[in-house]
């Protein structure tokens, strides 16, 4: 009987921490390309200052550059927007920038936030 017990235990506790597992991934799905496009990005803002010696006024200028088209061509659907339909939000401030998505829960300054800002 006793070894029932901890069988039944034991089980419960493999069924939970995969639970757990499996939860965690699920959240993480849509990340991995959101991060990748907020890379991509970021990678056209640093190649605009180089030539330009500053950051554009806004993401949508670097959509209309011919050069930049290399950094967009991998992207699904509108490549400013994230997983969630949210459009990624570019802030300039002097010479730095803020680039980020909201994430799922489409609300600024959580934890499921996706940032990059300027070095």
Same mark, same amino acid.
């Given at each position: +009987?006793?070894?029932? #017990?901890?069988?039944?235990?034991? &089980? ?5 921490? +995969?639970? *757990?597992?499996?939860?965690?991934? &699920? ?5 991995? =390309?959101?991060?990748? !496009? ?6 056209? *803002?640093?190649?605009? !200052?180089?030539?330009?010696?500053? #950051? =554009? =006024? ?5 959509? &209309? ?31 730095? #920038?803020? *680039?980020?998505? =909201? ?14 800002? &300027?070095?």
């Amino acid at each position: +009987m006793k070894w029932i #017990y901890i069988l039944t235990v034991v &089980s419960i506790l493999v069924i939970g921490i +995969m639970s *757990l597992r499996i939860f965690s991934l &699920s959240k993480g799905y849509h990340r991995d =390309p959101d991060i990748a !496009k907020l890379e991509r990005i970021a990678f056209a *803002l640093h190649e605009y !200052k180089a030539h330009s010696n500053c #950051y =554009p =006024p806004s993401l949508e200028v670097l959509l &209309s550059l011919p050069d930049a088209k290399p950094f967009f061509t991998h992207s699904n659907g509108d490549p400013l927007q994230d997983s969630w339909g949210n459009r990624f939000i570019y802030e300039l401030k002097g010479s730095n #920038y803020t *680039l980020l998505s =909201p994430g799922p829960d489409r609300i600024r300054g959580t934890g499921d936030d996706i940032q990059r800002k &300027s070095e």
